[in-house]
């Protein structure tokens, strides 16, 4: 396959690991090269090292799993000096996933990604529905979208990816916000808020009380949202949720996301990628279609 | 650490809820004391791999014995030979494997497969009743009704040898609250030299989601990757 070209970065193939399930990019070692993928997207990171929440974190839902890890990270210090230099070594798009709570602290954080020469990019987390202040807040308002996207565009050196939360009444408003600030690309979506009780001890099952679903669940969700997404802007669109097969992979871009990403399938199959990738490399082939023709092939073809 | 592909070669009751399970797997590298696979049954839609303790290994063959408890242990203790599994190991660190001491209840036994026959070593096991007790040999019994060895809590138990439980490393394994309940109950001669291996709902086993943090004197700590064997003094239970 060729190389596909978005946000004024070269990819070797589509496929992105999502943040928060591939660690600094060292947790797959076991498993294989981090090389073999199109890109990654690192851990969110904030300013200081985060805590996180109390457990229980996590708890498997029908075709999912819901998480309130809360962020915890390293800090951008230790993610220069402790990760940063394996990240170095490495040659696929490597992307950072920024985490702040206030608009000027997202601002600190974009200038100092940009001391980061192998960074690629940065993807900005409005989206996260586990943290008290920040995060899905920014990304629930189109307004918010648009003055967060546009100061941080004036500070990064990098393309900037705004990551959208499912968590709103229309996604294409705040993509458009996203997209009219200048954003480079969207990454869609992150994890929908959602909740379970455990109805022996009669308390909700994780200590945040909610968290994010991801996983097949979510699939259907998220495919839609990229097709409409697709419509409403031009750049190119990173779409994922629940992906674990090609087909799901396919479905994606033919909604019309140029690249996908995949999350929670990393901790049940965490060496699956790279089969993946050659899967779809085959199916594609099978196609008549050539790889960017084949983004947002659903919506130019008709019922019949 | 791989993951791998493991067919179910033999799946017989052990005791009580517990069945023992060899997995013949495609490669494996040789586990230590104490570390565990995480299982998936791939054919069966989404689900997240269990924890589950490499009770003995011989080569590419693994041992497990599984408690039924909820979803996927009442389903793999069904499972015929032949079953495909998704096995992700050898995961945790893992217990020294000098003489120690050794307080196990219920199918946390798995966790001391290596240590089971050894001259060297002595082994409290303890669970409900008799027919929960899976056959091994080990130094000291109990059950909660009586009908084999000492009657009443493995802890109980323990306590009541204290005088006998020398300078060996003292290892137990089990639920947060077992281990928090052997914390309140001994001495601090004991807690200093106990290491003590945990139990959390997992995501991934190998350290990537963060969802399996308990709290310790350092802050949270991940159970899979950091454990799951702590020193027990460490632990804010
Ligand atoms: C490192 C490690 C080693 C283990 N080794 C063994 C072993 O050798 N043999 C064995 O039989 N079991 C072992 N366990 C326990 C085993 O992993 C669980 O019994 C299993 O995950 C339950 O899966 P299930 O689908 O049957 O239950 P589920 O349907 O997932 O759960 C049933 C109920 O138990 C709760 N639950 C499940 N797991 C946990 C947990 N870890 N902590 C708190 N609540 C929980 C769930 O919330 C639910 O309420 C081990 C656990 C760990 C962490
Ligand atoms: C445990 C866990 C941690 C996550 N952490 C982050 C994060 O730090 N930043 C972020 O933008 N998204 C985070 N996500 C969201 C994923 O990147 C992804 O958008 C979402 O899970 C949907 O995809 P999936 O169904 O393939 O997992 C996390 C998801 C999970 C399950
Ligand atoms: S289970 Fe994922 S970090 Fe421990």
Not at chain 1, 128 to 156: A, D, R, W, Y
Not at chain 1, 204 to 215: D, H, I, K, M, Y
Not at chain 2, 76 to 98: E, H, M, Q, Y
Not at chain 2, 135 to 162: H, P, Q, V, W
Request: charged share 20%; with cysteine; net charge positive.
């Amino acid at each position: 396959m060729k190389s596909i070209k978005a946000a004024g970065l070269i990819f070797a193939n589509p496929f992105i690991a999502a943040s928060g399930t591939f660690g600094y990019a060292d947790s797959c070692l076991d498993f294989y090269h981090p090389d073999l993928l199109g890109g990654f997207v690192l851990k969110g990171i904030s300013l200081e090292p985060r805590k996180g929440n109390s457990p229980m974190r996590i708890i498997e839902t029908p075709s999912g799993m819901i998480n309130a890890i809360g962020l915890e990270n390293i800090g951008i210090e230790r993610l220069i000096k402790d990760k940063i230099p394996f990240i170095e070594t490495l040659h696929s798009v490597a992307i950072a996933n920024l985490y702040a709570e206030t608009k000027d602290d997202f601002i600190e954080l974009a200038e100092k990604i940009n001391e980061i020469k192998r960074i690629d990019a940065v993807e900005i987390n409005i989206s996260c529905p586990n943290v008290k202040s920040g995060g899905m807040q920014f990304g629930v308002s189109p307004e918010m979208t648009e003055n967060l996207t546009k100061n941080i565009k004036k500070v990064s050196s990098k393309p900037v990816i705004v990551k959208l939360s499912p968590n709103v009444t229309d996604i294409c408003e705040i993509a458009k916000a996203a997209e009219g600030a200048g954003a480079d690309a969207l990454s869609l979506i992150n994890t929908i808020s959602a909740m379970i009780i455990d109805t022996k001890k009669m308390l909700p099952a994780l200590a945040n009380v909610t968290g994010g679903l991801s996983g097949p669940a979510i699939l259907p969700i998220a495919v839609r949202m990229v097709y409409q997404v697709y419509e409403a802007v031009s750049i190119p669109i990173i779409g994922g949720g629940g992906i674990s097969s090609v087909n799901d992979a396919l479905q994606f871009v033919m909604a019309g996301a140029s690249l996908v990403s995949i999350g929670t399938y990393n901790f049940i199959s965490p060496a699956s990628i790279p089969v993946i990738i050659k899967q779809f490399n085959n199916e594609v082939k099978k196609t008549d279609y050539s790889y960017s023709d084949l983004i947002g092939i659903a919506h130019r073809q008709h019922f019949t | 650490m791989i993951e791998t592909q493991g067919i179910i070669v033999s799946n017989k009751p052990a005791a009580g809820s517990i069945h023992r399970i060899e997995v013949e797997t495609e490669r494996m590298e040789l586990s230590k004391p104490g570390q565990f696979a995480m299982i998936g049954i791939p054919d069966e839609g989404f689900h997240l791999n269990r924890p589950f303790s490499i009770y003995k290994q011989k080569e590419n063959r693994l041992t497990f014995l599984i408690q039924k408890r909820g979803m996927i242990t009442s389903r793999l203790i069904k499972k015929s030979v032949g079953t495909k599994l998704r096995i992700i190991g050898p995961l945790g660190n893992w217990f020294s494997d000098a003489p120690a001491v050794i307080v196990a209840a219920g199918s946390s036994i798995a966790a001391f497969g290596d240590f089971i026959g050894r001259k060297d070593s002595t082994i409290f096991y303890g669970a409900a009743t008799k027919d929960d007790l899976i056959d091994i040999k080990a130094d000291f019994f109990s059950t909660m009704d009586g009908s084999r060895g000492f009657r009443g809590n493995l802890i109980e138990l323990f306590m009541t040898k204290r005088k006998q439980i020398d300078k060996r490393n003292l290892y137990i394994a089990g639920p947060a609250a077992f281990i928090k309940a052997f914390r309140n109950r001994i001495d601090d001669d004991l807690a200093n030299r106990c290491c003590a291996s945990l139990e959390a709902y997992m995501g991934c086993g190998f350290g990537v989601c963060l969802g399996c943090v308990i709290n310790t004197k350092s802050g949270y700590r991940r159970v899979c990757k950091d454990g799951t064997i702590f020193s027990l003094k460490e632990l804010l239970l």
